[in-house]
Each structure stands twice: as structure tokens, then as C-alpha cells.
């Protein structure tokens, strides 16, 4: 990372036994040239560490040094995915590549940082170790490169394990020959007694792949057989993390794991029940018991098995009657007060959503033991959690069965709880919403259904209510029962107290949360907007201040601060400029870019707009003319004809941000005035300028009076004696103190010439008589601007996001996508920069952007205690950056000055513009040691 000192930790002490090991295993990386004495200020300790065949591999303890690394983000493939592409699949050979990492050089500046300490001296790698955080990724990367021909065709590739397949030994004669021929070619080598060829069936990444599927790989088991009943919370959930590995073999995994998952709970004491025990025998028995899953088809059709109960919901997704994975899922607190119906459709969704990668797209089967679902589509009434169910459903395109209980053996095997039973036979369908509604459970049969009573109580509500109990407010509603005063309350035969129906929620930050954070946050209620949310909640539940907790929850939401755009006037008064004294005292510039090129190879316009008179300039030039012909241009077509200005309004375009402008306005004793990043509003006076240039030069090509280059000196003459509202006459009369004549002053008689001190005194007045125009019309500006935005302060050490915006902002300098976040950050504020800028400490990703930023392109971060603030993945656009930094040092020389040798350095600034300066090499290389390591 940058600005990270050298780590340096101590040698790890050894055995006698280990150390022979050790300086062996040196001496063998030296001869091989993999490492090298090192005096680098890192270090890191290194041991030995026991391989399967017995034999130590040295390891190299880079933990600290992972900790200031920069993680490379490219992205591991999915195991499931890999072995989905092996679909039939009956020939198999595997690859294990002999010290792989080893084949990757460092980069030299780099080396450095692999240094490791031990007893017999510090070393260095110049080669990719092992241990070190980013090196998977790029050898995951390496590999992808030199297999993109075969991959996912036969071919699949995790780090430095390499599986080739194919149908027959034939085509395995050709694959297993193009596959070694590409390790040759790029000088990779397999360990012999790791590698495995022409097998039937293969251990492959903790599975076994043969032709018949995939299976559980038995010496993986082993460990989960060998593991004693856990005796801590973090032994429960490694045996748990472990064993979930195989979760897709195993029916009914959530329901079986359950006793366990009940211990990771937060101020849950660890207590080892008997439950707990028979959990944990049961889950060793399915790993050894676990079926045979078939690798799925695409081109056939899938079958989907789903049922639920009060513990859970269980799945499977089946193909030719063969069971392709299982997946279960328990209950959430609010979803077990869910009626029947809905849990059961609850199931479906489930299934859908954790196979969506090989439903969506694909026609399908989806099988239920409740058969009302069978209507589901035909129903006219649906609760809002339905309604959002059933547009997610729509995305699929399936078929929605019946399957009786007893039949539908795959997927109901969660164990549903006890209820009491009194049998009534009736028809199924004229009662069944009358029923639901009356909290009753329904069996549905071939002809009939069975309907019962729960004697099931939600624990949601019956926390609600013991927390009802001691809430002072709503106590005092319930001894106003009765009265008018509490005419709309009334207590339910449960015990909870509602209002016109809706529960009474008490004043409980955990259960106004939990209410929250499902009516915004839940898969299936994506965060909705403050009037959405509160107008779905409160059909269901009532308290008072309801409607302003939500704006504040919806307001405090870290997704929503960082995606939504916001539906407001933009912050930040209008702040102007001052008025210039004198004629061309303060100019302001632009460029007009990527116009057609013209006979002289021109494509662009550097627009100068004198800021008293409005008086303007049109230079036609090439968009990679380098900086030194830009000078040369501005003084013979400004300086030479109106002096030298005293400041210069300009926007943060990598030419007036280049340390040669920069230079030579100090020269000339002009004051550089940029815009804050992102914002041209501040230099609007030549946006204007060039908008009405554009229209003039696209109404002279649809005269067709030529070209645009050799039109632009006729262009530059109209727009400087067309009338100019915020002066209240022409630009050329303001600057002049009289009118130019044209050919439409043919008619006009000779007028008296003022001379000497009559001239003097009307261009005096009529410098006046323009500033109080431009005042007028700023005041007039400034007031209709206002109106259209609010004002908007932060104080230092507040936090802000950052706007993004696809054509505009800080999206013009980062790779945005289409749904990239609308806002970055949050970044602290370090300090105010005029009354509307504020410098924001910017990530390292951003540290080649300007830092100050105009109120507008900033919101106000709102903290909550629950936000778990990430870095932000950004990537810049190499060719948008905004301040110019060296590219590189092309030569040097020394001069004698007054008998003293000064070392000077000729430093590239740009490479398309090929701008070049002569700099002291002292200040260079204080400022940008880099450039002469």
C-alpha cells in the first residue's frame, strides 16, 4: 500500500533436525537462482511445514506483509461451476503442477519485499513464493491465459490444479496432447507422483468425478469421521464451515445443522445437549452416506421438488429422476409467522433463486404438496409478500404442479411440529382463503382436504407481547380500553394489543429493527423509498412517530445513501465571480474537441473569452499540438494584440493543470483560476461562449459556405458584433468605445471621430456603464440561479459521499458501469475551500484526481451504528486523469553557476503532447523518487 514502512519480524527458532532440513532446502533454492542474499529492510520469518508423503516444504510466514499488500481482485473460479462443465465426461487425467508459483518472476522492484530471515542469512525471492496474498490470483490468471483455448471445452483450471476430460479415449488421445504441449511450450512441469492419467473416475477438488456424477471424496470425510464433539462456539463452526462444504449432497442440511447453528448465535451460552450430540452423529452419517449427484444437462428438462415446514424449507433439483444437488434453508424469526400458503410458496422462491443458473431461461417443472399453489396464478387478491413473489416468479418459465405428500418422498423430509388434529371432510377449494385466515393448517388430498387448528404460537408476536407488557404507553392504552380515548385499540384473544387492527408495536429498538430491516432489506423487499416502505408497513403494525422512524431508517441506509440518486435541488448557492476593472485584466479559455479534421490538419478550437467585454477569440488548432506551439500561439494572438492578463479562468483540462502552463503564466504574472473538479459551472462564461460558437459554425455548414477552419476567422467577426445581453451591446463596441462598421453601414453618414481627451473619457464611461450591466445582470442571474438550488455547508472532519455520474463528474474519470453505485465514499472532509469547495481525502485509487470538489458533486453522509464501510472497487480511466504528474526523466546535465555545478534533469510530462521541461534534479527527485530508482 502506499506510504507502508518495511516489516520486519524475527526468525522463528528451530529444532536441530528442522535446521538441516532448512539450510538444505536453501542451498537447493539458491542453486535453482529462485532466491538470493538479500539487504532488503523486509523480512519475514519462515518454517517448515509437513507434507502428505512426509517429506517439509519451507514456508515463508508472510502475514505482515499480506496486510499492507494491495489484494488483486481476480476472481477465483466457483468449484460448482467447474465441475458442471464435465457433463458427460467418461475419461480423465489430472495435473499437479510442480512448483508452479516458481515459473513467475517478481518484478524487480518488488523483490525486495519476499525478503525472508532465517539462522543461515536473509534472502530474497526473485521468483513468485508461496504465502504471499496475491499470488493465487495471479497464477489462476497466468493459467486462464495460456489455456483460454481449451477451457470449459476440455479443460478446467483451479490455481495449479489441472483436470482435462473428454467422452473416449480417442478424443483424450488429442486433448491430453494439446494440454501437455501448452506446459511445454510455456516451460510448466507436473510432479509425476501427483499427476494421474487415463482414469475412469478422478479425485478432483474434495470430489470424486466419474461418469455416473460426482460424489463426496472419502479421504476429505475422514477429518469430519476423526472430528470429537466440539467443545467451543469456534470449534462449532469450523465442524460446521467444514462440513458445509459438501452441503449440496446432503438433504435436509439447514434442518440437520440446526442444534448446532443455535450455538453461533450472539449471548447464546454454549450448552452441549443431547440435541446437539444426535446433530452432530447425524451430519458424520449423511457425509458417509451421501448420494451420487449427476452432473446437469442444459439441454434437458429440470424437475424442482420443493417443500416447507415450520423448522424450514428443503429442495431439490432433479433430472431424469436423478438428484442434481439438495438445498435447505431454516426459517427466519419473521418467517415463522407466516401462514401455511405463504411458507410453502416461500419454498419455491427459495429454490428459484439458489438455482437460478440453470432455470432462468430454461422451461421446468416446480412440484408442491400444497396444492392451492396449483391457483396461485389465477388468484385476484394477494398480500403485498405475495405480490412481490409473484413478479420474481414471472422472470421463469415453468410449470406449477401438485404432488401428494407421500409422493413427493425427495423434498419432504423436514419434520413438521406437532399439532392437534380433529379430521373434517370437506370440499378443497370454496373455504381454503376463509380457512387460511383463521390461521388453520390445510392437507390437501386427491379429492378431499383435511383442515386443523394450530396450537403453534408465532414467537415474533409473542415477543411483541411480553414486550407490550412492560411498555408504560401502550399499558396506559390498554387501562383506557372501553373508552373514547382508546376507541380504535383493542386487545386481540392472544393477548396483543392493535390498533384499527395493526399490531402495537412497543418502543423496542431490537423489534422496531427487525421490522425495518425485512420491510427494506430482505431479498424480497429491495429497498423501497421512505413513502413505499412506510405505506407497506403500515398495514401491518402501528406506533407513534412511525412514519418519521422510517424516514430516518430509509435516510441512515448505506445502499441507499450510495445508489439512489437523490430527487432534491442541487446544494450550494451560486457563487460568482468578481468583475474585472479593466479590458482583458481577466480572461477565461476552452477548448472545443474531436470537430472533423480539417485541410490542415486541425480538430479543435481554443476558445478565449476576455471576461469585462466579452469580447472572444476563435484559434484553430490540432488537439495533440504540444504545449510549447500553444504558448507560441497565445502570445502572438493574445499577449501581442491585448497584454499580458492579470488571471485566467479555466476549467482542469490536463493542458492548463501541465507544469509547463503552470510555469510560464508565473513567468508572465498571471494568476492560474481553475475550477474545482468536475464542476464547469465555475468557468460558465466560456461554456456560453462556445455553445453559441457551435450553433454558428453548424449554421455556416448547412449554408455550405465551406469548411469549418476557413470559416472560423468570419465566425469570430459575427459573434463579437452580435449583441451581448449582460453588457447591453456588442463585445467589438465594448472594447473599442464605438460600433464596427460592416456592409450594413453603407447607408449611414459620416460620423464625428472623438479624439484625445473626449475618446478618454467616453471608453471611461463606457467601462462603467458595462460593469453596472454585468452587476444588473449577475444580481438577476444569481437570483434565478438560487431559486433552483438550496444551500448546503459541511464542516471540516465530516463525512460526504462523492457523486458519479455517467457523462459528467467523477464518471468521467473511473470505469463506471451501467449499475455502478451513483456515489462514493463516504470521505472525510479536511478542510473548506471558499464558500462552496471543500478538499475531501481521497482513496489512494483516487489520488491522481483533484481533491476539491464543489458542493454540488457531495452528499451528506448519515452514520449508523449497523454500516459496515468497505473500499470502494475503483478503477480510473488511464486517459482522464486531471493532474499532470512525470512520466519519466529523458536526460540530464550539470551547469556552472557563479562557480557552483547545478544538476538539471529534462522530464517528460506527457507522452501524447510530448511537453518537456528542464527541472532540478534535487526538487525531481524529493517530489518523485520513482523516477530514478
Known amino acids: 500500500m502506499p506510504g507502508a514502512r518495511p516489516v520486519s519480524v524475527a526468525a522463528y527458532r528451530m529444532a536441530p533436525a528442522e535446521l538441516a532440513e532448512l539450510k538444505k532446502q536453501i542451498e537447493e533454492l539458491l542453486e535453482k537462482k529462485f532466491i538470493r542474499p538479500s539487504v532488503s529492510p523486509w523480512g519475514a520469518p519462515v518454517l517448515l511445514v509437513k507434507k502428505k508423503d512426509g517429506s517439509s516444504r519451507l514456508c515463508v510466514d508472510y502475514r505482515q506483509l499480506n496486510k499492507v499488500t494491495i489484494k488483486n481482485k481476480y476472481p477465483l473460479p466457483r468449484i460448482d461451476d467447474l465441475l458442471d462443465q464435465l457433463k458427460g465426461a467418461g475419461v480423465f487425467s489430472k495435473i499437479d503442477l510442480r512448483s508452479g508459483y516458481h515459473q513467475i518472476l517478481v518484478k524487480p522492484d518488488d523483490v525486495q519485499k519476499t525478503a525472508f530471515r532465517s539462522r543461515y542469512g536473509h534472502y530474497e525471492y526473485v521468483v513468485m513464493p508461496f504465502g504471499v496474498t496475491n499470488a493465487p490470483a495471479i497464477f489462476m490468471d497466468y493459467i486462464n491465459r495460456i489455456f483460454r483455448s481449451c477451457l470449459d471445452k476440455f479443460v478446467v483450471v483451479f490455481i495449479d490444479d489441472i483436470l482435462i476430460y473428454s467422452k473416449n479415449r480417442e478424443e483424450h488421445v488429442e486433448h491430453l496432447r494439446i494440454a501437455l504441449e501448452i506446459l511445454r511450450e510455456h516451460q510448466l512441469y507436473g510432479k509425476l507422483s501427483k499427476c494421474e492419467f487415463w482414469l475412469s473416475d478422478v479425485q478432483f477438488l474434495g470430489h470424486v468425478i466419474s461418469g455416473q456424477g460426482i460424489s463426496v471424496d472419502p479421504t476429505k470425510i475422514e477429518a469430519v469421521l476423526k472430528w470429537e464433539h466440539p467443545t467451543s462456539v469456534t470449534e462449532v463452526r469450523s465442524f460446521v464451515g467444514l462440513a458445509g462444504y459438501y452441503r449440496r449432497f446432503v438433504k435436509d442440511f439447514s434442518k440437520i445443522v440446526g442444534p448446532l447453528t443455535q450455538l453461533t448465535r450472539k449471548d447464546q451460552p454454549f450448552v452441549w445437549t443431547d440435541q446437539c450430540e444426535a446433530s452432530f452423529k447425524d451430519m458424520k452419517q449423511r457425509l458417509t452416506t451421501a448420494p451420487v449427484l449427476i452432473i446437469p444437462d442444459t439441454d434437458k428438462a429440470f424437475e424442482v421438488y420443493c417443500d416447507a415446514s415450520y423448522q424450514g424449507l428443503g429442495c431439490v433439483l432433479m433430472q431424469n429422476r436423478r438428484p442434481v444437488a439438495y438445498a435447505s434453508q431454516q426459517l427466519k424469526i419473521h418467517e415463522r409467522n407466516y401462514p401455511t400458503h405463504d411458507i410453502e410458496l416461500a419454498a419455491v422462491v427459495f429454490a428459484l433463486k439458489t438455482w437460478r443458473h440453470y432455470l432462468y431461461g430454461a422451461k421446468f417443472q416446480v412440484f408442491s404438496d400444497h396444492k392451492s399453489l ?43 411440529k406437532r399439532v392437534q388434529m380433529s379430521a373434517l371432510m370437506i370440499k378443497e377449494l370454496e373455504l381454503i382463503e376463509k380457512l387460511r385466515d383463521m390461521n388453520l393448517s390445510v392437507r390437501l388430498g386427491q379429492d378431499h382436504m383435511w ?42 384473544q392472544n393477548g396483543i394489543l392493535r390498533f384499527r387492527g395493526r399490531v402495537c408495536v412497543p418502543a423496542t429498538t431490537e423489534l422496531r429493527r427487525l421490522i425495518f430491516e425485512e420491510g427494506h432489506k430482505s431479498s424480497l423487499s429491495i429497498h423501497p423509498g421512505m413513502t413505499k416502505m412506510y405505506k407497506d408497513l403500515k398495514e401491518s403494525f402501528w406506533w407513534s412517530g412511525m412514519k418519521k422512524d422510517v424516514a430516518e431508517f430509509v435516510a441512515s441506509c448505506l445502499v441507499c445513501q450510495k445508489a439512489k440518486i437523490e430527487h432534491q435541488r442541487p446544494g450550494g448557492m451560486l457563487q460568482q465571480l468578481d468583475i474585472p476593472h479593466s479590458k482583458w485584466d481577466s480572461i477565461s479559455m476552452d477548448f472545443v474537441t474531436h470537430l472533423p479534421r480539417s485541410s490542415r490538419g486541425h480538430d479543435s478550437i481554443w476558445v478565449i473569452v476576455d471576461r469585462l467585454t466579452k469580447s472572444a477569440h476563435f484559434l484553430s488548432i490540432n488537439q495533440k499540438m504540444s504545449m510549447e506551439k500553444l504558448a507560441e500561439l497565445y502570445i502572438r494572438e493574445i499577449v501581442r494584440l491585448h497584454g499580458v492578463p492579470e488571471s485566467i479562468v479555466s476549467d482542469r483540462d490536463p493542458r492548463f493543470t501541465s507544469g509547463f502552463w503552470q510555469k510560464l503564466q508565473d513567468a508572465l504574472g498571471s494568476r492560474l483560476r481553475m475550477s474545482s473538479a468536475y464542476h464547469p459551472q465555475t468557468d460558465g462564461q466560456t461554456e456560453r461562449t462556445i455553445q453559441s460558437l457551435e450553433d454558428l459554425l453548424r449554421a ?7 469548411g469549418w477552419s476557413e470559416i472560423l476567422p468570419l465566425v469570430e467577426f459575427t459573434y463579437n458584433n452580435s449583441y451581448h445581453s449582460s453588457i ?7 472594447l473599442y468605445g464605438q460600433r464596427c462598421r460592416t456592409p450594413l453601414c453603407w447607408f449611414q453618414d459620416g460620423e464625428a471621430i472623438s479624439v484625445g481627451p473626449e475618446l478618454l473619457q467616453q471608453t471611461t464611461e463606457k467601462v462603467k456603464l458595462i460593469q453596472e450591466r454585468m452587476r444588473t445582470t449577475r444580481s438577476r442571474q444569481k437570483s434565478y440561479a438560487d431559486r433552483r438550488r438550496r444551500p448546503l455547508e459541511f464542516n471540516e472532519g465530516d463525512h460526504v459521499f462523492l457523486r458519479v455520474t455517467p457523462i459528467a463528474g467523477v464518471g468521467r474519470a473511473i470505469k463506471a458501469k451501467k449499475l455502478s453505485p451513483k456515489f462514493l465514499g463516504p470521505y472525510e472532509i479536511l478542510r473548506r475551500i471558499g464558500p462552496v469547495a ?20 457531495l452528499r451528506k453522509y448519515i452514520p449508523d451504528p449497523t454500516h459496515v464501510l468497505e473500499v470502494d472497487d475503483i478503477q480510473v480511466r488511464e486517459d482522464l486523469t486531471i493532474e499532470a504528474g512525470p512520466v519519466r526523466v529523458l536526460e540530464a546535465q550539470t551547469k556552472n553557476l557563479r562557480g557552483k555545478e547545478i544538476r538539471t534533469v529534462k522530464v517528460l510530462w506527457n507522452e501524447k503532447t510530448r511537453e518537456m521541461t528542464w527541472e532540478l534534479e534535487e526538487i525531481m527527485k524529493n517530489e518523485y523518487p520513482h523516477l530514478f530508482a
Open 838 to 857: 471543500y478538499e475531501i481525502a481521497l482513496p489512494p485509487q483516487l489520488a491522481n484526481l483533484h481533491n476539491v470538489f464543489h458542493v454540488s458533486q
Open 451 to 492: 383442515c386443523s387448528h394450530l396450537i403453534i404460537t408465532s414467537s415474533f408476536l409473542e415477543q411483541v407481547k411480553s414486550e407490550q407488557e412492560i411498555d408504560f404507553e401502550l399499558q396506559r392504552i390498554v387501562g383506557l380500553l372501553g373508552t373514547d380515548q382508546a376507541k380504535d385499540f383493542a386487545l386481540c
Open 728 to 734: 447591453g451591446m456588442a463585445p467589438y463596441e465594448a
Open 374 to 416: 396449483k391457483y396461485l396464478f389465477d388468484q385476484k387478491e394477494l398480500n403485498m409478500r405475495q405480490r412481490r413473489w409473484m413478479e420474481y416468479l414471472k422472470d421463469y418459465d415453468f410449470e406449477l404442479l401438485y404432488h401428494p405428500g407421500k409422493a413427493n418422498v425427495v423434498a419432504d423430509a423436514l419434520s413438521r
Open 700 to 706: 455556416c455548414v448547412l449554408d455550405h459556405l465551406g
